[in-house]
Structure formats: structure tokens, C-alpha cells
């Protein structure tokens, strides 16, 4: 085990620390030369043992020049280390200079730091990729001696991932003596992990270190008062509570898992804030100031509570918060852990967090997470093989530098483990990309951005190629955003474009914690004011929604085919997992259950599947075109994380041959094709690899110009050549993140000769959530039936017609009824939840109603 020098040793006494283990161990790893993965719970001290040995090396061999890079995921956290590390050096008198390199940085600042470096660089991948792109990248970074991967579990298998793997071979290849230091919460793939950060691809390169656990986290499940809903999933019936949480602790953070719900949670809490409690908003659509100042006013502990969605999820060290409280499941154990670690981040003691479910599903889920937690199991997906899109824009970049040769090239592509299995012929597909845009493309002027030399060297096309490539850098491709303009004041932040179409002038909605009132549509912009009449509705955000996991999936599942299991749940829900098993079946752990029975006029559908809202959209087009060949006259289908539910004109009654694999096979391609889902994708893809370009001259392009562009060019290919690379990205990326086809597979072959299909007369109670759901879909050319009409219908069915049943189905009616009118605020539906009486639970009959 390392020592630690005695400035630093006297430094950490003052303090009142000791060293950690894992501190010492990865110092002794930097005395070896080695580099090392270090894997922590949150609270560890990962932070501070990453930057450790360069602080004692910079203070025993002075120098000047720039010694480590730290790159985090996020600015904030950039910035929030830069500020932890000032204290330890400046309590030390170390010679260190620390600054940061974000694309918030000012030009005079970024011009600084090329001429004289700092000696330690805080970044992020984004801007690595542009300081590599830039000729004098090799004096810059030829005399590196380190690297610190900041939260490498939340970018291995991501798109920004791949892009930071590949700067770091090119990182490796400026400085050959370069030594890098990752540093991860617990996670389920460790040997994974440990060779996305070596410099080989291979994980024996680098040394693993593993943090000691720290105290348990303290966790429970509080549920609204009065009625437990059916569906939805803002939680908002239980804001009183989580107000007298907050009341009670110190600081809080309330996270939850969208940015609509972040706005409607914000707002019920400060409906309820008669002490007037400091109680901020944060989420990823506010203006970069406005979070900076939240951050800031935590950070100085001038908040009680914040409302945040995973823009909080990682590292920025709020000592001070005591108190976390999951609204909404989690659907994921690793990602409540992350979440749960922000309370007392501190390793000796316990973390503590209180999770709010916000429908019946959702009290399962939690109960999942909590028993996963206890029992030490964690989940999440190995890193995937990287993306041919973000290659082509590396290639691009590292011609912006310099001309390279494809051969060497390629050796120092697949030493960076998302691409260590590339083959030539993909690494020679993705070159033409960049060069030429391939062989249907090369004929356009435009794409012409590469060009080879006598030697077979790569150059790019010239000054302007170059700055157009440097404009363009980056993998996250945003929904067409419109800023909000508050009259005579500030920008307030950015809505989907979708959403302000639907818009009309005094129209009023939510945004930025505060009730806005629509004026006009500006060129790049809305003009808003502040107050108006009227109900306010919630901007909402496309892709927002976090799929459950496959491994808390297998929990619910397990959990709900065991009886035995149910003790720790709710009586509520206790009770409507017995309805169940006496009105139909409940959902085996490793089989399929499908319901169908009659309501309205038509025939549904329900299957548990428990593969998450992704797997089950993809799901539901599939079977829903092969009801629509077997005659049954298919109308739509919804998928939540739990189930998928179809509806149609005739009875399903070969379910089976509904949920065959080989669903996988022509029919998969043939809805793929038809479908928008590759196309959507096609266009991300393209825009990633600069075959579409964001930016010209400096200004962004209109989306709607993109999206023309994107359509044109897919169809050429199809057309011309369907096996272009980016056709062969395309699919394998709308396979692997749109549809989820890997989980409908596993789906399917644990279903096979499973499935148990219960013929109903009427709906049971665990479909009843599903027929009250968000998000429905309708088959083209089906009947469109309103919503109000759906629920109608389901009043005094999936019991014997009791009066407690009737009640319980009219806040089913109501919960439709707020999803049919996205104008209506979800509080007064909440309100009138917590004051009504529901005896449902308590009351329904136990007899079983007779089956079909």
C-alpha cells in the first residue's frame, strides 16, 4: 500500500481524515507506472484519490505544462471538481494551476490554455474532440502524464462514450507514457469496464481497485394519501408528504425521471410551501445560468430542496444533503443507487432516500429495487460495440490535425475497446464515408471532405472543410429545440418544437417553475409573459422516459408469481395481486400471461411482459400486424414498462402464433422498413457522421431541413445502395436502442411453449392500469375512438359490479380523462384524488366472477 507524503499526510490530519485504502492503492498505482480502474461506492472519495498521485507527483517534480486531463460527462461536475481541488491546493501552497475547458469557456480563456496550459485541464469529451482536432494538438498534449475518466460507468456504452474512447487512443498515440485513471460507482460489469479503459482493450492492462463498501443505505417507500392510483406516473398525490419530508430534513434532492414531471412537482410543492422554503428547479431544458445559479445556491447551502431529473444523477458533491426522494420507480437498481448516493456523501454514513411510487405497478417495482439493494445485485448492459457514425467524425477530426494513413490508422482505432472487434472492411466503409460519403454520395460536391495523396495519406479538403468539421463535432443529436423568451427579461430555457405547433396566443403553460402565457412565435424564439388565464399545460420531452431494466423486470415478475413474496407490500396492493389470482392468473416468472376479453364492442389484449415501454411499442407493431393478417382487425396498442395492450375488432384466439419468434425475422424487417423508426434514426446517424450538417457558417439549420435532407439521402441509398454503411449503422442502432429487439427476443424464447392464455368475460384487475395508461398508438385506418368513451366502459367490470368497484373506476375515469386533455394540470386531479374516499381494495368482494 502507498504512503502518502507528509505535506499531504499533515493536510489530511488537519481535516480530520485518514486516508482510504483505495487512496493509497491507486497512488501506488501511479508509482508503478500503472493505470487503474478504480470502482467505489458513492461518497468514496473516487474524486480526490483520482487526482492524489498527480497533486504528489506536481508537488515533488514541479513543472510546467500540462500534466493531467480530467474529462467528466457533465460541465457542472467540471466545474464543481475545479472548485474541490482548489481548497487542498491552495491549503498546500502546491504550484498546480487548475482550470476547466468547457464550450462555455470564453475564447480569450480557450486561446490562454493552447499557449500556456494549466496543469490540470477539467473537461469534457465534447471538447476534448475539438482541442484533438486542432493542429497544435500534439504540443499541447505530447507531455501528458495523466488522465482521470470521471463517472466512466454512466459513458461506456453510450455514443459520447465511443467518441472519448477513440480521443483517448489518440491521446495514447501523443503521449505513449500515458497513464489513465478511471473512476466508476459499483457496477454489474466490472471486466467490462476495465478494458473500455485500457489502452490496450484489454482489461489485465489495468489494475482494478475496488473501494470497501460504505454504510447501508436507510430506505423506504411512502404512498399518497388516501387512494393508491392506477396509473400515471407524476406521483403528485403524494407531494403533501413529500413537503413534510422536506420540512423536516436539512436538504433535499427530489428526483425525478422526466422534465415534465419535474415542472408539475416543482409547482405542487410550491403550491404547498407556506413556510416558503428556498425550493429550486433543475433539468436539462433550463438555460445554462439558471442551473449554474441552482447549483451554486446548493453548493453554498442556501436551498432546502431541489427538484431535479439525472441532470443530478452524477458526482457534484452536495455534502450537506441529507435527504433523497425518488419520485416515481427507478427502473434501474444501479441508477437508484447513484440517485440515493447523493444523500450524505460521505461513506461512513448511510445514505438515506425515500422512494414515492406513483401508481400500483410502481409500488412492485420499488419493493424490486429495494430487495435488489439489499440482497447486493446490481444491473445494467456490458458496453456495446461502438458506432461507425462516430468513427466517420473521428476520422474527420484527426484529419483536421493532421493527415494520417488508413493503415495506421485503423491499429489505432481498435485499440480503443469499443472498436477492438472493427473489421477493415467496416473501418474501410466508414474512411469512404468520410472521404467521399460513399459510392451513391461521391458524385456530390458537398460531401467531398477528404482527399488522398500520392501516398495514400489522408488530407481534409481544406481550411473551410475543416472549420465546418470543428462546428459539427458532437454525438448528442437534439430534438429541434425553440428558445423562451420572456418579455423585457432573460431566455428562459428551451421547448421541443413539436410542442410550441401546438400553441396558440394565450395559450398558457408551465416552464421554468413558473406559469407562462404564449404571445408569438419569433424566427429562432417564442415571446412569452408571465401569468395568463386559463389551465396551464406541461411541455413534454421525446425520449424522456427511462425503460425499465431487464433485471429489475425479472424481480417484478418473480415478486408477482410468489404469494410468498407479497409481504412486504402495501395491503392495497396486496389485495388487487389476490383479485387477480381468483378473476384470472397471475404472470409466472418465466412465462408469458395473455388476457383477452370483450369490453365496448371490441376485443383486448393484454400481455405481461414486464421488457420495459421500448421493447413493448416494438412489441405491439409486430403483433398487432399479424392480428391484422389472422382477420382480427387490429385498432391500436399501448405499451407501458409492464405491459402490452392491443385492442381489436374480432377475438384473438390463436395467441400463440401472436408471439412466435419468428416475428423476429420478415416480419421484423418488413415493419422496419415501413416504419419511421429507421428513418429517425437513419437521421441521427447522418447528422452524427456530417453526411447532414447542424451547423453552417456558424448558424444552426433548420430542422424541418434536416429532416428533408435525411429523407432524400435514405432513400438514394435504399434505392442505389442498400448496403452503404450508413444503412448498416442505422439498423444495427435501431435494433439495439429504438426497438429493443435484443429484450423482445428474450421475451419471446422464454415464452415459447409458455404462454397461458386466459380467456376473460371481463377486464381483471391488473389490466385495469394498462386501459387507463398514456402513450396509446392507433394502427393506421383504425377506429379512433375517444378516450373518455375507453373508459367509460370500464366502470363495475373486473369485479362483481360492487359499489366499491364503481368508485375505484371513476378515478380511472379521471386519470383518462388528464391524459385526453394535456391542458389540464395534473393537481387538481390530484386533489381530488386525495379528497375522495376509495373503498375499493378494502371493500371489493373476495368470490371469483365466473370465466369464459
Request: charged content about 25%.
Amino acid at each position: 500500500m502507498g504512503t502518502l507524503p507528509e505535506r499531504f499526510a499533515r493536510w489530511f490530519a488537519t481535516r480530520g481524515w485518514t486516508p482510504r485504502p483505495h487512496q493509497l492503492a491507486l497512488l501506488e498505482a501511479a508509482r508503478a507506472g500503472r493505470s487503474a480502474l478504480l470502482i467505489a461506492p458513492t461518497g468514496g472519495g473516487k474524486t480526490l484519490a483520482g487526482f492524489l498521485p498527480s497533486l504528489v507527483e506536481l508537488s515533488e517534480q514541479p513543472r510546467e505544462g500540462l500534466h493531467t486531463l480530467y474529462v467528466s460527462p457533465l460541465k457542472a461536475l467540471a466545474v464543481d471538481i475545479a472548485r474541490n481541488l482548489a481548497a487542498p491546493v491552495e491549503e498546500m501552497a502546491l504550484p498546480v494551476r487548475i482550470e476547466t475547458r468547457t464550450g462555455d469557456t470564453p475564447a480569450n480563456r480557450r486561446a490562454r490554455q493552447r499557449a500556456r496550459p494549466p496543469h490540470l485541464l477539467l473537461t469534457t469529451p465534447e471538447s476534448l474532440a475539438l482541442l484533438l482536432s486542432l493542429p497544435d494538438a500534439g504540443a499541447m498534449f505530447g507531455g501528458l502524464s495523466a488522465v482521470v475518466l470521471d463517472e466512466v460507468h454512466a459513458l461506456a456504452g453510450t455514443k459520447r462514450g465511443d467518441q472519448l474512447a477513440l480521443c483517448l487512443a489518440r491521446l495514447q498515440a501523443l503521449a505513449p507514457r500515458l497513464r489513465r485513471v478511471g473512476l466508476s460507482a459499483t457496477v454489474a460489469h466490472p471486466e467490462a469496464l476495465r478494458a473500455w479503459c485500457s489502452a490496450t482493450a484489454d482489461p489485465r492492462d489495468i489494475a482494478l481497485i475496488e473501494g470497501t463498501g460504505g454504510a447501508e443505505p436507510m430506505l423506504e417507500t411512502i404512498l399518497p394519501e388516501g387512494h393508491l392510483p392506477w396509473g400515471g406516473h407524476m406521483g403528485l398525490a403524494s407531494a403533501p408528504e413529500i413537503y413534510r419530508r422536506i420540512e423536516a430534513a436539512r436538504v433535499t434532492i427530489v428526483f425525478v425521471n422526466t422534465r415534465a414531471q419535474a415542472e408539475l412537482m416543482f409547482q405542487a410543492l410550491w403550491r404547498l410551501n407556506e413556510a416558503n422554503l428556498p425550493i429550486a428547479l433543475h433539468h436539462g431544458s433550463l438555460t445554462v445560468e439558471q442551473r449554474r445559479k441552482v447549483e451554486a445556491a446548493m453548493a453554498a447551502g442556501r436551498l432546502r430542496a431541489v427538484v431535479a431529473t439525472a441532470a443530478l444523477d452524477l458526482g457534484i458533491d452536495w455534502g450537506d444533503v441529507d435527504q433523497v426522494i425518488q419520485v416515481g420507480a427507478p427502473k434501474g437498481v444501479s441508477r437508484l443507487l447513484q440517485r440515493v448516493g447523493r444523500a450524505n456523501h460521505r461513506m461512513e454514513e448511510p445514505s438515506r432516500a425515500v422512494l414515492v411510487p406513483a401508481n400500483r405497478f410502481e409500488v412492485i417495482e420499488c419493493r424490486a429495487a429495494v430487495e435488489a439493494i439489499a440482497a447486493g445485485e446490481l444491473d445494467g448492459e456490458p458496453p456495446r460495440p461502438g458506432g461507425l457514425d462516430v468513427l466517420a467524425q473521428h476520422l474527420l477530426a484527426m484529419a483536421c490535425h493532421a493527415p494520417f494513413h488508413p493503415d495506421a490508422m485503423y491499429e489505432e482505432v481498435r485499440r480503443a475497446a469499443p472498436y477492438s472487434a472493427l473489421s477493415r472492411r467496416d473501418f474501410d466503409d466508414t474512411l469512404r464515408l468520410a472521404e467521399n460519403g460513399g459510392y451513391a454520395l461521391s458524385g456530390y460536391e458537398r460531401f467531398r471532405k477528404l482527399f488522398r495523396d500520392s501516398e495514400g495519406r489522408m488530407h481534409i479538403a481544406g481550411k473551410a472543410a475543416a472549420r465546418q468539421v470543428r462546428m459539427n463535432l458532437g454525438t448528442i443529436v437534439e430534438t429541434p429545440l425553440i428558445q423562451v423568451k420572456l418579455r423585457g427579461g432573460p431566455v428562459l430555457g428551451e421547448v421541443e418544437e413539436w410542442f410550441v405547433s401546438t400553441l396558440e396566443p394565450g395559450d398558457c403553460f408551465l416552464f421554468a417553475g413558473q406559469v407562462l402565457r404564449y404571445e408569438r412565435l419569433e424566427p429562432t424564439r417564442i415571446l412569452v409573459s408571465r401569468g395568463g388565464e386559463g389551465d396551464p399545460r406541461v411541455p413534454t420531452y421525446a425520449g424522456s422516459r427511462m425503460p425499465l431494466t431487464t433485471h429489475l423486470a425479472a424481480r417484478v415478475r418473480a415478486i408477482l408469481a410468489e404469494p410468498a413474496r407479497w409481504g412486504g407490500l402495501p395491503e392495497p396492493v396486496r389485495e388487487w395481486l389476490r383479485l387477480q389470482a381468483l378473476r384470472s392468473a397471475l404472470p409466472e416468472a418465466e412465462g408469458l400471461l395473455v388476457e383477452t376479453f370483450p369490453r365496448g364492442g371490441r376485443w383486448f389484449l393484454i400481455a405481461y411482459c414486464f421488457e420495459g415501454r421500448l421493447a413493448h411499442q416494438s412489441l405491439g407493431m409486430l403483433v398487432t400486424k399479424r392480428m391484422e393478417r389472422a382477420g382480427y382487425g387490429p385498432l391500436g396498442y399501448l405499451g407501458t414498462d409492464y405491459v402490452l395492450a392491443c385492442w381489436s375488432a374480432f377475438e384473438p384466439t390463436d395467441v400463440a402464433a401472436l408471439f412466435d419468434e419468428d416475428m423476429l425475422g420478415e416480419d421484423l424487417e418488413e415493419w422496419m422498413a415501413e416504419s419511421s423508426v429507421l428513418r429517425r434514426s437513419f437521421r441521427n446517424i447522418a447528422v452524427v457522421a456530417q453526411i447532414i450538417e447542424r451547423s453552417r457558417g456558424g448558424e444552426a439549420k433548420a430542422a424541418r431541413s434536416m429532416t428533408v435532407n435525411a429523407d432524400l439521402i435514405y432513400d438514394v441509398l435504399r434505392r442505389h445502395e442498400p448496403d452503404h454503411v450508413l444503412l448498416r449503422a442505422t439498423r444495427a442502432e435501431a435494433a439495439q436502442g429504438l426497438t429493443d429487439i435484443a429484450r423482445i427476443g428474450a421475451l419471446l424464447r422464454r415464452a415459447r411453449g409458455r404462454i397461458r392464455h386466459m380467456r376473460l368475460s371481463r377486464v381483471s384487475p391488473l389490466a385495469v392500469p394498462a386501459l387507463v395508461e398514456e402513450g396509446r398508438e392507433w394502427v393506421p385506418g383504425g377506429a379512433r375512438d375517444a378516450l373518455l368513451a375507453e373508459a367509460a366502459a370500464l366502470g363495475a367490470v373486473a369485479t362483481d359490479g360492487t359499489e366499491a368497484f364503481d368508485e375505484a373506476l371513476e378515478e380511472a375515469l379521471e386519470g383518462v380523462r388528464i391524459h385526453a386533455r394535456m391542458d389540464r394540470p395534473r393537481h387538481k386531479v390530484a386533489e381530488a384524488r386525495r379528497q375522495r374516499r376509495s373503498r375499493f381494495i378494502r371493500n371489493a368482494p373476495r368470490a371469483a366472477s365466473p370465466r369464459a
